[in-house]
C-alpha cells in the first residue's frame, strides 16, 4: 500500500514552541536548506513523489528553493504565511494569512496550492470554520486536523480517517495524521514530527502496518526539515519545550532511511483522491 508522505516546509525558528517568541525571524540564519536537501535526496533515491507544505514567509524569502521542490516534481502545498495558529486567528485574519502565502507560493514558483495545512494542526473544534474559507478558496484537501488529545490541538473524537467535509462554500477532502486505535475508544499518534523523533522506531513501524494490513487504510505521514538538522541552534525555553523540539533530532535520519526502505511513500493528492466517501457536514 501507499501511504502520504509531507514536509512542512519551515525553518528551526519557526515552530510553535519557539516562533510564537521571536519578534523578527530575520535575525536568524536559515537552515532550511540543509534538512530540505536531504529529504529531496532521500526523495529522489527512492524515486518518491512527496507534499511540501510551504510556508509563505519561506517562500518569499527562498524562492530558489520552492522552484527546486516544484522541479523535482513534489505537490505543493500551503502552510500559512506567517505560521500563526489558526483558532488565535478570526476568520478575517485567516483569509488574509492564507491569501497572502498562496501568492507568494505562487510567485515563487509558478503553481498554486490546493492543499493546506495549518500551523501545530490548529484547525480544532472551535476553529473548523476555517474548513468553509478553504473552500471557498479553491482549496481541494486539508491535513489540518490530528485525531487525538493534546494540550495545543487536536479533535480527539474526529474520523481518523480521509472524508470529504461539506461547508457552505462547497466540499473539502480533510485528511488527518495517522493515528491508532488503543484502549477501546481511545487514539494512539504516529503520524510523524515529535511522535517520530521520541517514540521508538518500532513503534511508528507497528502502527503503519496496522493501519495498512488490519485496516486497510494509507498512513498520513509528516515532518519537517529542521527534524532532520541535528546542528540547529537550540532556541526553545523549559524542559517540556526542548523536548518537543529537540528531542530524537540525532536519529531522525537514520528513521527516516529505514522508513522509506520499509514502505511506500507517495504525495497526499495522488494516495488521497477526491473521490472518498463523505462525512455528515461538520462546519
Not at 502520504?4 to 535575525?27: C, K, M, Q, T
Not at 537552515?31 to 519561506?58: K, N, P, S
Not at 485528511?175 to 475508544?185: C, D, E, Q, Y
Amino acid at each position: 500500500m501507499t501511504n502520504a508522505f509531507s514536509i512542512d516546509l519551515e525553518d528551526y525558528f519557526h515552530p510553535s514552541e519557539v516562533g510564537s517568541r521571536i519578534a523578527d525571524w530575520s535575525n536568524f540564519r536559515p537552515r532550511i536548506e540543509v534538512g530540505t536537501d536531504f529529504l529531496l535526496d532521500l526523495l529522489a533515491q527512492r524515486h518518491t513523489r512527496a507534499t511540501f507544505f510551504i510556508l509563505g514567509w519561506v517562500a518569499g524569502r527562498h524562492p530558489g528553493l520552492v522552484r527546486r521542490i516544484a522541479a523535482a516534481g513534489h505537490e505543493i502545498g500551503c502552510h500559512s504565511y506567517f505560521h500563526r495558529l489558526v483558532y488565535d486567528l478570526t476568520p478575517a485574519e485567516f483569509r488574509q494569512d492564507t491569501c497572502r502565502a498562496v501568492s507568494a507560493i505562487e510567485d515563487a514558483c509558478g503553481r498554486s496550492p490546493k492543499l493546506y495545512r495549518a500551523p501545530s494542526y490548529s484547525i480544532v473544534a472551535r476553529s473548523l470554520w476555517a474548513l468553509e474559507i478553504l473552500a471557498e478558496l479553491g482549496f481541494t484537501h486539508d491535513s489540518s486536523i490530528y485525531p487525538i488529545l493534546h494540550d495545543r490541538y487536536g479533535v480527539p473524537d474526529f474520523p481518523r480517517h480521509a472524508h470529504k467535509i461539506d461547508t457552505p462554500s462547497g466540499s473539502i477532502l480533510e485528511v488527518p495524521i495517522a493515528t491508532v486505535r488503543v484502549l477501546k475508544n481511545q487514539t494512539a499518534p504516529i503520524g510523524g514530527g515529535a511522535y517520530l523523533r521520541l517514540f521508538p522506531y518500532r513503534y511508528v513501524a507497528a502502527g503503519i502496518r496496522r493501519l495498512n494490513r488490519l485496516e486497510g487504510q494509507p498512513a498520513c505521514i509528516y515532518t519537517h526539515p529542521w527534524e532532520l538538522d541535528p546542528d540547529q541552534a537550540r532556541i526553545t525555553r523549559g524542559f517540556v519545550s526542548a523536548v518537543r523540539t529537540y528531542g530524537g533530532l540525532g536519529s531522525m535520519r537514520r528513521k527516516m532511511n529505514r522508513m522509506f526502505q520499509e514502505f511506500n511513500f507517495g504525495a497526499l493528492g495522488d494516495v488521497y483522491p477526491c473521490g472518498v466517501r463523505r462525512a455528515e457536514a461538520l462546519v
